[in-house]
């Protein structure tokens, strides 16, 4: 009989590790890297209809509100994964929720299934950020203002997969593989933001090479 892998152990011939001893759960912690783009550009585009739609909101005001919505991304991005995703704590809890949130990512970085995150993480999340934002500008606002923080956090997700899984031919694509993989191999403290390091210039937190990178 086949014993089955604990989670944390290397999954033999593979890049991955189990996440929880439960098959469903483990199941619904994988994703392949598309399943966000079809469930999410949907749920963009009927935001930004509903903008124009509904509200009647001006061409450029939506404009307005979508840009402002991906810059806003871009800083929760750097928040999360440098305060929550690097949260650790040495007691056996803390430990199990840091490898949980981000941990595992650094342990396996190029487990495919485990690059972008799940909707039953990313659903919550939404309706949370989404709930803020129409309690801090009204729902007229926060239908655009959603639409651009997604398309950040799609941009996002899916530079993550791109620089752990392909060699980038063009230089910003070269740039952030390499801003990345410096965190990974060389400064976990620095180089929290994925799809941009402009939070990193402004918290100065850049990623210092100081080890192999790839």
Same mark, same amino acid.
């Given at each position: 009989?086949?014993?089955?892998?604990?989670?944390?152990?290397?999954?033999? !011939?593979?890049?991955?590790?189990?996440?929880?001893?439960?098959? &469903?759960?483990?199941?619904?912690?994988? %994703?392949?890297?598309?399943? %966000?783009?079809?469930? =999410?550009?949907?749920?963009?585009? =009927?935001?930004?209809?509903?903008?124009?739609?509904?509200?009647?909101?001006? $061409? $450029?005001?939506?404009?307005?509100?979508?840009? %402002?919505?991906? +810059?806003?991304? /871009? +800083?929760?991005?750097?928040?999360? @994964?440098? =305060?929550?995703?690097?949260? /650790?704590?040495?007691?056996? /809890?803390?430990?199990?929720? *840091?490898?949980?949130? #981000?941990?595992? #990512?650094?342990?396996?970085?190029?487990?495919?299934?485990? &690059?972008?995150?799940? &909707?039953?993480?990313?659903?919550?999340?939404?309706?949370?950020?989404?709930?803020? $934002?129409?309690?801090?500008? !009204? @729902?007229?606002?926060? *239908?655009?203002?959603?639409? !651009?923080?997604? &398309?950040?956090?799609?941009?996002?997700?899916?530079? *993550?997969?791109?620089?752990? @899984?392909?060699?980038? /031919?063009?230089?910003?694509?070269?740039?952030?593989?390499? *801003? @990345?993989? %410096?965190? #990974?191999?060389?400064?976990?403290?620095? !180089?929290?933001?994925?799809?941009?390091?402009? =939070?990193? +210039?402004?918290?100065?937190?850049?990623?210092?090479?100081?080890?192999k990178e790839a």
């Amino acid at each position: 009989m086949t014993t089955k892998t604990m989670p944390g152990e290397p999954i033999e !011939g593979t890049n991955s590790t189990r996440m929880f001893n439960s098959d &469903l759960i483990e199941w619904f912690s994988r %994703i392949h890297p598309a399943t %966000i783009f079809v469930a =999410w550009l949907p749920v963009i585009a =009927w935001a930004l209809f509903r903008s124009r739609a509904h509200y009647a909101l001006p $061409f $450029f005001s939506i404009a307005g509100y979508v840009a %402002i919505g991906t +810059l806003t991304w /871009t +800083l929760a991005e750097y928040v999360l @994964h440098r =305060w929550i995703f690097h949260w /650790t704590n040495e007691t056996k /809890t803390g430990k199990r929720i *840091h490898f949980l949130l #981000h941990g595992v #990512h650094h342990d396996f970085p190029n487990d495919k299934d485990r &690059l972008v995150m799940p &909707l039953p993480t990313s659903v919550p999340l939404a309706a949370i950020f989404y709930g803020l $934002f129409a309690l801090a500008m !009204g @729902h007229a606002a926060a *239908h655009p203002f959603f639409a !651009g923080f997604a &398309l950040g956090y799609l941009a996002y997700d899916g530079t *993550h997969y791109y620089v752990h @899984h392909f060699r980038p /031919t063009t230089r910003i694509g070269k740039y952030l593989r390499k *801003h @990345h993989m %410096i965190h #990974h191999h060389a400064d976990s403290e620095g !180089g929290f933001g994925v799809s941009s390091p402009l =939070w990193d +210039l402004v918290f100065n937190t850049m990623p210092k090479k100081r080890g192999k990178e790839a």
